[in-house]
Every structure is written in C-alpha cells, then in structure tokens.
C-alpha cells in the first residue's frame, strides 16, 4: 500500500498506531469474502460505516460496508458477490451530493480512492478516457496543454469528480455555453448488475434491435427495453419532459428518443447519464472535450430587487453570454459581512437589492470587451428602456475572479449556521424556462410566507436553475411537515411552469418521490420497467430515479437531523464558543459538502493535510466531524473519549486549524480536538511526552542553563534510540539545540533597544517563543536589527511561553494560565500605545485567536487586535520602505504557516520581501506536517513526512534561489528532508542579511 504520494502508507510503519479502522465489523462473512477476492481495501468497520453515512444533503443512512476498489474487476467482483447474496451496491464518487443519492444501506464503492486515472488523451478528436475516481479538476489539468477542458463545470469541480459528475448528469455555470454530462459522454465501460462488464456507446437503430432480447442476459435485455421505449413511448416522452436545457430529473429518456429520432442511431453510454447509480457502475469513460476559450470578461449588473433582475433576464439572454448568474438582496447581505468584498460591493449603487453577472467570452480581448460595452449600453437604465440601475465590469483575470468569488461568498455563509433552524437543500435547483422565472419566484415567495420562512434565491439564472434553501428546524416535526409542504406545493409549481424538479443536483432521496407527478403515470412506470429490466434484484443503489422495488424514498425519512434527535456533549466545554448552539452547534456543523477533500494540486489552500497525505476518507474534516456528532447523539456506539476513538479519529488531526478557514461551513475541527482532548486528559491522565511538550519552555530555559552539558547528552552515540524507547520521540528528527544565551539575556546585555523611544513611531514589545529565546535566537536578533533600521523602539518581553506548546497539545488549562500571565503583563503596555510582536507565526495567531477562545473580557481583546507577526507588521505600517536592502533580484521562495492562512495574515511576509525588492513566489501549500512537535512523535513521524511531501514537491518545482518560512517547526521539517540544505531561513532574516549598512 502506497499513500498518495507514492511513498509507503503511514499505516505501515510499526511505529504507527493508526489503520483508519475503528469497532467492530458488519457482515463478517461477506467482509471475509470481499477481503480475499478483491485488491482494494475492504473496510466494514464500525467508524468507517459511519464515516460514508452521510453526503451533503439531508441524509444519513450507515451503509453495510465500504469497497475502495482499484480495478474493474474488483468492481465486477463486489456486485457479484453482493447480487448472491441480495444486498445491495452504491458507487461514489466524492460524497458531495446534494439529494442524498449517496447514502443507501449499502456496500459503498469508493472510487475516488484508487480509481482516479486518466487512460488515454486524443487531442485530434478532443476525447480523454478516464476513470470515474478522477477529480473534474485533475481531468482538465491532464488536458490543458492541449488548451482542451471537460465543460461542465459544477462549482466544486475540484472535488467532485467524473463518475459523480456522469451520474448527475451534471452541468455548472456555463450550462448556456455548454452541455450536460450526457453529450460529451461517448462511450463507457459499465458493470452491470449481474457483475458482467459491457462496453457502450454509438449503436445503430438496426445493430440496437439485432443485440436486443428480453429474455437474455442484462445487457440484451438493457437493448430490448431501449426498443421498447423507442418504438412504443417516443410520443409520450416528448410531450411530458420539459423542452429546458437543465433537467437532470428521470432517466435519461428524452435524450434517447431525441437521437433516435434524428440520427437513426442512440448512445447507449448516455442512459446511464444522469441514472445515479441505478443502472449500472461506470468504471470507465471516454468524454469529449472543448476548446478553452481565448478571453473572457465579466459584467455585474445591479438591479433595485430580484424581480427587476429577473425581468432582465430575456433581455439579457439576447447578448448570448457563457454564463448568468443572479444574487438576491438576502444573499448580497451575507457576502456583504464577509472583509474582502467590502470594497467591491461599495462600488454598487445605493439601494442594490439584486445582481445580475453575465460573462462573455470570444477568440480576443476586443471580441469580450465589445460584448461588454454592448450589454451595459443596453440594459442600464438611461431612458425607460433599461432595468438596471447600474454596472460594473472586470476585464482583468483578478477582477474577474473577485466578481465570481462574491458569487460563491454566501454559500459559505448560509452553511456556517449553527442554529437548529438552517438553509435546508430539498427543492434548490428547480428549473424553470426563464420567460417565466419572476413568475415562478413571485409564487415562491407566497408559498414560504405561508409557513413563515424565508429562502435565499441565487446560482443560474440563464439556464432558469434557482437555488432556493428555505430556513427550517428539521428537529421538530413542524418542521419537518413544513419541509413537506413546501416541497409539494413547489413541484406543483414546477408542473404548472413547465420546468424540471432537478435543473443540477438530480433526484437522491429528496426529490424522488416527485417523478410521479412530474411525468405522470405512464412515465413513471417506464422508469421503473428500465429499472426492473437491467437490475432484477434491485441492488444497484434502490432508491434514486425509479425507486427502489417498494417505491420512491420517502424524502422525510432517514434524516441527518429529524426529530427525535438529542445530542449531548459528553464534556463541559473549556472554551468560549460564541457561535448558536455553543460547542454542539460546532460538532453538528459539517454540511457534508467535502470541501476537506481536495488535494493540493487542484484545490490549494491548508485543509486537509492528512486526507490529502493518504486519501483515506476517516482522515478528512468532513469524517472527524461526523463521526464525533454521532459519537454524541448515540448513532455509533463509541465513547468519544476512549483511546480507540481518539487515536483513529482525533489524535491524527494535526491543529493546523486550516478549516477554520477554508471549510465553507467552518468546522474548527482544532478547537473541537483540544477540547475532547483536554477530557480525556482529565480523565485518563496525559502521557510524559505530552507533559513534557506542554511545557517545553520551563525545560528549555533548563536545557540553556546547562547547555554544554545537555548538548552533549544528545550527541551521544544512542541517544535518539533511547529518547525513542523512552519518550516515543521519532529517532529520525534533529532535535533542537541550546547554545549561547537567551535572546532576552542578549537582548540587555547588548543594553536594550538602539533607537531611542523618544525618537520612534512605533514602539513595539517583542516576545520570543520558546525556541527563538532559547535554541534559534539569530532569528530574534534578525527581528530586532530590522525593526531598528526600520526606527522602532523594541522592548523585549520578559515572558517566552505564549501557551501555545501547552494549546497544541490539548492543555488548556495551562494554555489558559501562560495566557493570564501574558495578557497581565502586555495588554498595560498595549493601552500606554505598545504593540506586541512575534516571531513565531503559531504564537501571534495564539495571542490573536486562541486566546479568545481561553479568556473573556476587554483586555484580552486588546491585546489580541494590538498584536502581530513581526513580518505582518512591517507589511501593515508600511515600515519597508524604510529599510535600506539590497536584494540583489534574488528570487524567493515562501512557505506560509498554517496558523497564519487560517487567519487570512500568512501572505504578509511574502509581500514585505516583495517590497524589499525580492522576486518572491509565494507557495499554495499546506501544512509542511510538522504541525509543532506532532512530527517528533514516533507513531505519528510517517504520517508527517506523508503530508510533507506535498509540500516538498511544491518546493522541489520551483527555482528559487532560498526558500524561507516564518514558522519554526516548518523550518524543521524542510531541514530533515531533501528540500533544504540545513535550517532554512525566517523571512526577518532574509531582510535582515540584506540590510545595507
């Protein structure tokens, strides 16, 4: 076994006290079975039962088990063995649906695990074959040198992936430039029900009748039953699918009877499109590409409300834009409370209440910004003929991109309740032709008003695709039953307009049961009749589309959260939870979108380091966290302060606090660690290496005050064999060293600061952590040279323990003690006009942010705004400039530190070497896998040097001349590997060489 980097799972090492499994197993005999006839993993496990329960809808069903095959044959295999045994199978792709078509009590097959492969590419006919595993994002990287994409483009392209994206049949968008899923799928490897394999595509009418026999194997029957709707319902299917560009409800008839009718030949590939599952399991597929086009350019239309903007539309469909987007006032307001968009959304006209961005593109710049003249010359309002009352361009790829990032802003937002009453996703992509979309959300509005909620209306608006989340308590079967209602009244609707139920997220368990009445009776059966034709047995994920032999899914059933449901926090939280519903509404936060699977090379940003190091599903956000909301409301059998929970789920999670940042609900899945951490401590004691970490401080001032003495007590021959057999300290690391003075004793032996106070702008207190006081002063003394040729006044703390040693390793108590020191001995010096500086990025995010959570009251919250990394500060006052530097053109490479990109501060220091005349390149990297001293631990080293080598592939790629990072154990980790030659320096340093005398 490998992890996905190549280099041996860190499961293996023998050291390692982790296998991604927990509890005990389901199915014994078929998991027995499965172990010894497939190649992939075969996990029927307790905890990763649960970890596949749930997709980003409203569901959660635990399936039987979870297959991460790495082959067809390994998926032929499962569906045999499971059709002879009656249970049933469902292929995943990413877990993110949004109807539930991902949760069934099934054996789930992973395919994002192993099968993410690209088979072939043919730029002549613009074809790719590839694996359904592979993410939309990696497809169109392993294309682009041939400037060819795959173009549906669903927002979460780098996470989702081809299988899934066929499967929905799905769309994104550009939908009014592009096709669905369906029409650039030419051909396919399938594997049927009865475990055959089948290759699909182009077949003529007279090859389709002569391969076709009811009474033969799957694939003949598959062949007859596509006849038999040809010949005999061709009529019918017309009349009842909406003529609209986006439906994805139902199978795939319409397009079958279209090609029939036109081409006298149909793609068979093409009904598996769109069927979820239900028909058949893709491992293959060859797609067909488009030419990525040469420019675009973005116009963002204001409109005084919705419906203005939704009167526009037609109007604006006249310009023939790639794509069409609309925000509504309640959305503009949640992305309004976001910092970054503060300057754009300035720009709008007084009085804004809906949006309209329309984007064009074209062979040139000129062809783009033409249509862009042309749109706003026609539709702003000069005379009576306009609706809008204003327009914004982009031309530029920067400004293209803020204008699409306000798009995707409330999303995020709307996932981040924690409350019981939320945005619920049951009737969110209905389509509807456009000419009568105001209409359709006019009648909306009344039905919501009659149940006393409120919904936001944005997304696709050309296509006439709203997504629509009513805010309702499924904790109460009030609301429940309103869920119900509104679904119901809102599919009359859909009848009444003519539109689809599902214009993008098909059918799942949510909108299932709808199909009935969209199509009506004869059409129904149809599906069912295709459904009972190809799966006999029913075992391909029943449910979704057809229903499953019973009938549809009921959409109130099987919910996440219904009610009934309790959750009771097995600790009384230590920290200050600000957020509704306290600690609990974090652990019920997880929306299941997967936002947490993404990998670095498509997905950037930190989170999350060890899902991306193995691509194990019980190492991602989404998984910790709901395991640990189950774990609370009785629905796994685990006590989420046992040691098997805590080393499988919790002890992994290496604090890099990532998605804080970077998960759109913002699950902190840090904070919720320290917390269970801090319970089981309290509970079944701490370990002495856990002890001695927390408080590294006191030992290090120790360790320098007998410096030679523990100098050469490390270099003796077997001290790493012994500090590992002992203290569980990984022998491979290089252990930090103490020579020389503290910083803060060289500090006043060189008699303080240089620049008197009475002559400085600033005055500053720097406070050296741990290691920079007593192992790596030459980084503080980098900071005060600098700060000086800057004409800072720097006094220099008299404490070196932020808290933070004791924090990341779940103390909080002590963390809470060092941060009352602190804040008593700083937060006076801060109201007398001192700021706080650090070296260490960890400890000014500590000061920043962690302490908020420890203590209350306004002197921690002035010391937290008052306090900043030292190159933070020199970038934010515009102290740079000021500085003599000679940097030569040298070219840098820059490593931020997690705790920093999760404060949105990390890209400061990358702009002050920038400023100082440095070519700098700032990485898009996550965490290095240090993560503090969770790289030292010896069960814990591979899963470190796992998720390094992300970032030291990152490295390796580029040509820097020096590779700097600001965060010390990152320092460390580059030191220990191939990326680095020695201790790579701090930026302050790299400033500070370069200081012209």
Same mark, same amino acid.
């Given at each position: 076994?490998?992890?996905?980097?190549?280099?041996?799972?860190?499961?293996?090492?023998?050291?390692?006290?982790?296998?991604?499994?927990?509890?005990?197993?389901?199915?014994?005999?078929?998991?027995?079975?499965?172990?010894?006839?497939?190649?992939?993993? *075969?996990?029927?496990?307790?905890?990763?039962?649960?970890?596949?329960?749930?997709?980003?809808?409203?569901?959660?069903?635990?399936?039987?088990?979870?297959?991460?095959?790495?082959?067809?044959?390994?998926?032929?295999?499962?569906?045999?063995?499971?059709?002879?045994?009656?249970?049933?199978?469902?292929?995943?792709?990413?877990?993110?649906?949004?109807?539930?078509?991902?949760?069934?009590?099934? *054996?789930?097959?992973?395919?994002?695990?192993?099968?993410?492969?690209?088979?072939?590419?043919?730029?002549?006919?613009?074809?790719?074959?590839?694996?359904?595993?592979?993410?939309?994002?990696?497809?169109?990287?392993?294309?682009?040198?041939?400037?060819?994409?795959?173009? !549906? #483009?669903?927002?979460?392209?780098?996470?989702?992936?081809?299988?899934?994206?066929?499967?929905?049949?799905?769309?994104?968008?550009?939908?009014?430039?592009?096709?669905?899923?369906?029409?650039?799928?030419?051909?396919?490897?399938?594997?049927?029900?009865?475990?055959?394999?089948?290759?699909?595509?182009?077949?003529?009418?007279?090859?389709?009748?002569?391969?076709?026999?009811?009474?033969?194997?799957?694939?003949?029957?598959?062949?007859?039953?596509?006849?038999?709707?040809?010949?005999?319902?061709?009529?019918?299917?017309?009349?009842?699918?909406?003529?609209?560009?986006?439906?994805?409800?139902?199978?795939?008839?319409?397009?079958?009877?279209?090609?029939?009718?036109?081409?006298?030949?149909?793609?068979?590939?093409?009904?598996?499109?769109?069927?979820?599952?239900?028909?058949?399991?893709?491992?293959?597929?060859?797609?067909?590409?488009?030419?990525?086009?040469?420019?675009?350019?973005?116009?963002?239309?204001?409109?005084?409300?919705?419906?203005?903007?939704?009167?526009?539309?037609?109007?604006?469909?006249?310009?023939?834009?790639?794509?069409?987007?609309?925000?509504?006032?309640?959305?503009?307001?949640?992305?309004?409370?976001?910092?970054?968009?503060?300057?754009?959304?300035?720009?709008? !006209?007084?009085?804004?209440?809906?949006?309209?961005?329309?984007?064009?593109?074209?062979?040139?710049?000129?062809?783009?910004?033409?249509?862009?003249?042309?749109?706003?010359?026609?539709?702003?309002?000069?005379?009576?003929?306009?609706?809008?009352?204003?327009?914004?361009?982009?031309?530029?790829?920067?400004?293209?991109?803020?204008?699409?990032?306000?798009?995707?802003?409330?999303?995020?937002?709307?996932?981040?309740?924690?409350?019981?009453?939320?945005?619920?996703?049951?009737?969110?992509?209905?389509?509807?032709?456009?000419? /009568?979309?105001?209409?359709?959300?006019?009648?909306?509005?009344?039905?919501?008003?009659?149940?006393?909620?409120?919904?936001?209306?944005?997304?696709?608006?050309?296509?006439?695709?709203?997504?629509?989340?009513?805010?309702?308590?499924?904790?109460?079967?009030?609301?429940?039953?309103?869920?119900?209602?509104?679904?119901?009244?809102?599919?009359?609707?859909?009848?009444?307009?003519?539109?689809?139920?599902?214009?993008?997220?098909?059918?799942?368990?949510?909108?299932?049961?709808? /199909?009935?009445?969209?199509?009506?009776?004869?059409?129904?059966?149809?599906?069912?009749?295709?459904?009972?034709?190809?799966?006999?047995?029913?075992?391909?994920?029943?449910?979704? *589309?057809?229903?499953?032999?019973?009938?549809?899914?009921?959409?109130?059933?099987?919910?996440?959260?219904?009610?009934?449901?309790?959750?009771?926090?097995?600790?009384?939280?230590?920290?200050?939870?600000?957020?509704?519903?306290?600690?609990?509404?974090?652990?019920?936060?997880?929306?299941?979108?997967?936002?947490?699977?993404?990998?670095?090379?498509?997905?950037?940003? *930190?989170?999350?380091?060890?899902?991306?190091?193995?691509?194990?599903?019980?190492?991602?956000?989404?998984?910790?966290?709901?395991?640990?909301?189950?774990?609370?409301?009785?629905?796994?059998?685990?006590?989420?302060?046992?040691?098997?929970?805590?080393?499988?789920?919790?002890?992994?999670?290496?604090?890099?606090?990532?998605?804080?940042?970077?998960?759109?609900?913002?699950?902190?899945?840090?904070?919720?660690?320290?917390?269970?951490?801090?319970?089981?401590?309290?509970?079944?004691?701490?370990?002495?290496?856990?002890?001695?970490?927390?408080?590294?401080?006191?030992?290090?001032?120790?360790?320098?005050?007998?410096?030679?003495?523990?100098?050469?007590?490390?270099?003796?021959?077997?001290?790493?064999?012994?500090?590992?057999?002992?203290?569980?300290?990984?022998?491979?690391?290089?252990?930090?060293?103490?020579?020389?003075?503290?910083?803060?004793?060289?500090?006043?032996?060189?008699?303080?600061?240089?620049?008197?106070?009475?002559?400085?702008?600033?005055?500053?207190?720097?406070?050296?952590?741990?290691?920079?006081?007593?192992?790596?002063?030459?980084?503080?003394?980098?900071?005060?040279?600098?700060?000086?040729?800057?004409?800072?006044?720097?006094?220099?703390?008299?404490?070196?323990?932020?808290?933070?040693?004791?924090?990341?390793?779940?103390?909080?108590?002590?963390?809470?003690?060092?941060?009352?020191?602190?804040?008593?001995?700083?937060?006076?010096?801060?109201?007398?006009?001192?700021?706080?500086?650090?070296?260490?990025?960890?400890?000014?995010?500590?000061?920043?942010?962690?302490?908020?959570?420890?203590? #209350?009251?306004?002197?921690?919250?002035?010391?937290?705004?008052?306090?900043?990394?030292?190159?933070?500060?020199?970038?934010?006052?515009?102290?740079?400039?000021?500085?003599?530097?000679?940097?030569?053109?040298?070219?840098?490479?820059?490593?931020?530190?997690?705790?920093?990109?999760?404060?949105?501060?990390?890209?400061?220091?990358?702009?002050?070497? #920038?400023?100082?005349?440095?070519?700098?390149?700032?990485?898009?990297?996550?965490?290095?896998?240090?993560?503090?001293?969770?790289?030292?631990?010896?069960?814990?080293?591979?899963?470190?040097?796992?998720?390094?080598?992300?970032?030291?592939?990152?490295?390796?790629?580029?040509?820097?001349?020096?590779?700097?990072?600001?965060?010390?154990?990152?320092?460390?980790?580059?030191?220990?590997?191939?990326?680095?030659?020695?201790?790579?320096?701090?930026?302050?340093?790299?400033?500070?060489?370069?200081?012209?005398?």
């Amino acid at each position: 076994m490998t992890s996905r980097s190549g280099a041996p799972d860190p499961a293996l090492d023998p050291r390692a006290d982790f296998d991604y499994q927990g509890g005990p197993r389901s199915h014994p005999d078929l998991a027995e079975t499965l172990d010894t006839r497939v190649d992939g993993e *075969v996990r029927f496990d307790q905890y990763t039962r649960q970890a596949y329960a749930t997709d980003a809808s409203l569901y959660q069903i635990e399936p039987v088990g979870v297959v991460r095959p790495k082959h067809t044959e390994d998926v032929a295999t499962v569906v045999s063995v499971c059709r002879d045994r009656g249970i049933a199978v469902l292929p995943r792709g990413a877990g993110t649906s949004l109807a539930g078509q991902t949760t069934n009590e099934a *054996v789930v097959l992973d395919f994002k695990a192993h099968m993410d492969g690209i088979q072939s590419v043919d730029p002549e006919s613009s074809t790719v074959r590839a694996q359904p595993g592979i993410t939309l994002a990696a497809l169109d990287d392993a294309v682009a040198s041939h400037d060819l994409q795959y173009a !549906p #483009d669903p927002a979460w392209g780098d996470k989702s992936v081809l299988g899934g994206a066929i499967g929905n049949n799905s769309t994104g968008a550009h939908s009014l430039r592009y096709e669905k899923a369906d029409a650039y799928l030419e051909s396919a490897e399938v594997v049927l029900a009865s475990g055959a394999v089948v290759d699909v595509g182009w077949m003529d009418l007279t090859d389709l009748r002569a391969a076709a026999d009811p009474e033969g194997d799957l694939e003949a029957r598959l062949y007859a039953e596509l006849v038999r709707i040809i010949d005999e319902h061709g009529d019918t299917i017309t009349e009842v699918y909406p003529d609209l560009h986006r439906n994805v409800s139902g199978y795939n008839l319409d397009l079958l009877i279209e090609e029939a009718e036109t081409y006298n030949r149909v793609n068979v590939a093409r009904i598996f499109a769109g069927s979820e599952g239900t028909l058949g399991i893709i491992t293959e597929a060859t797609v067909a590409l488009e030419p990525v086009p040469e420019a675009t350019a973005v116009a963002l239309l204001t409109y005084d409300d919705l419906g203005a903007a939704l009167g526009d539309l037609e109007a604006v469909l006249a310009h023939d834009p790639a794509a069409l987007e609309v925000m509504d006032e309640q959305f503009l307001d949640l992305a309004g409370t976001v910092d970054r968009f503060e300057d754009l959304i300035a720009e709008f !006209p007084d009085g804004t209440g809906a949006t309209l961005l329309v984007e064009f593109d074209a062979d040139s710049e000129a062809g783009v910004s033409e249509s862009v003249e042309e749109l706003i010359a026609d539709r702003v309002a000069v005379d009576t003929t306009g609706r809008a009352n204003g327009a914004l361009e982009a031309h530029t790829s920067e400004r293209q991109a803020a204008f699409w990032d306000l798009r995707k802003a409330g999303l995020p937002i709307l996932l981040s309740e924690t409350g019981t009453v939320r945005p619920w996703p049951f009737i969110e992509d209905t389509a509807i032709p456009v000419s /009568n979309l105001g209409a359709f959300v006019a009648d909306v509005q009344v039905i919501l008003d009659s149940h006393d909620t409120s919904a936001t209306f944005y997304a696709h608006a050309g296509p006439g695709v709203l997504h629509i989340r009513p805010f309702l308590d499924l904790q109460t079967q009030s609301g429940v039953d309103a869920m119900a209602d509104i679904a119901d009244a809102i599919t009359d609707l859909v009848v009444t307009y003519d539109g689809a139920v599902s214009g993008e997220h098909g059918d799942g368990r949510a909108r299932t049961q709808w /199909n009935r009445k969209r199509y009506g009776e004869d059409v129904w059966e149809l599906f069912r009749s295709l459904k009972r034709r190809v799966d006999p047995d029913w075992i391909l994920n029943p449910g979704p *589309v057809g229903g499953a032999e019973d009938g549809p899914p009921d959409m109130t059933e099987s919910l996440r959260f219904g009610p009934g449901y309790e959750l009771d926090l097995p600790v009384d939280p230590e920290l200050n939870w600000d957020n509704e519903n306290g600690m609990r509404g974090m652990v019920e936060l997880c929306h299941g979108c997967g936002g947490c699977t993404g990998f670095t090379e498509t997905t950037g940003g *930190v989170m999350c380091p060890t899902f991306r190091a193995t691509g194990e599903e019980i190492q991602s956000t989404r998984a910790r966290a709901n395991l640990l909301r189950t774990a609370m409301d009785g629905t796994l059998p685990a006590d989420p302060l046992d040691e098997e929970f805590i080393e499988e789920v919790l002890s992994l999670c290496v604090s890099c606090q990532g998605c804080r940042r970077d998960c759109p609900s913002g699950v902190d899945m840090a904070k919720l660690k320290a917390e269970l951490t801090h319970a089981y401590h309290q509970r079944e004691g701490a370990s002495l290496r856990s002890k001695l970490f927390a408080n590294v401080d006191r030992l290090a001032g120790l360790a320098s005050t007998v410096s030679p003495i523990s100098k050469t007590l490390a270099s003796l021959p077997g001290a790493d064999w012994l500090l590992e057999r002992t203290l569980g300290i990984a022998s491979e690391r290089t252990l930090p060293t103490f020579e020389g003075p503290p910083l803060q004793d060289w500090f006043a032996a060189r008699g303080g600061c240089r620049v008197p106070a009475s002559e400085a702008e600033h005055r500053v207190i720097l406070f050296p952590d741990t290691y920079t006081n007593y192992s790596r002063q030459h980084v503080g003394k980098a900071a005060v040279r600098v700060l000086e040729a800057a004409g800072v006044h720097v006094r220099m703390a008299e404490r070196s323990d932020s808290g933070r040693p004791a924090y990341s390793k779940s103390f909080i108590d002590l963390a809470r003690q060092a941060a009352e020191q602190n804040v008593a001995a700083l937060e006076p010096r801060v109201r007398e006009g001192w700021t706080v500086l650090t070296t260490e990025p960890s400890d000014a995010v500590m000061f920043q942010h962690d302490y908020l959570d420890l203590l #209350d009251g306004p002197a921690v919250s002035r010391l937290a705004e008052h306090t900043y990394g030292v190159m933070e500060f020199l970038d934010r006052f515009d102290l740079v400039e000021s500085l003599s530097v000679r940097a030569d053109g040298e070219t840098v490479t820059y490593h931020g530190h997690c705790h920093q990109k999760a404060e949105g501060t990390a890209h400061h220091a990358a702009r002050a070497l #920038d400023r100082a005349g440095f070519d700098v390149e700032e990485l898009d990297s996550g965490c290095c896998g240090m993560a503090g001293t969770f790289g030292y631990e010896a069960e814990h080293y591979s899963m470190s040097r796992a998720i390094g080598q992300d970032v030291f592939e990152l490295i390796q790629e580029r040509d820097g001349d020096v590779l700097v990072a600001p965060g010390g154990s990152c320092r460390t980790q580059f030191e220990d590997s191939p990326v680095a030659e020695g201790q790579p320096p701090h930026p302050i340093e790299l400033l500070a060489d370069s200081l012209v005398e």
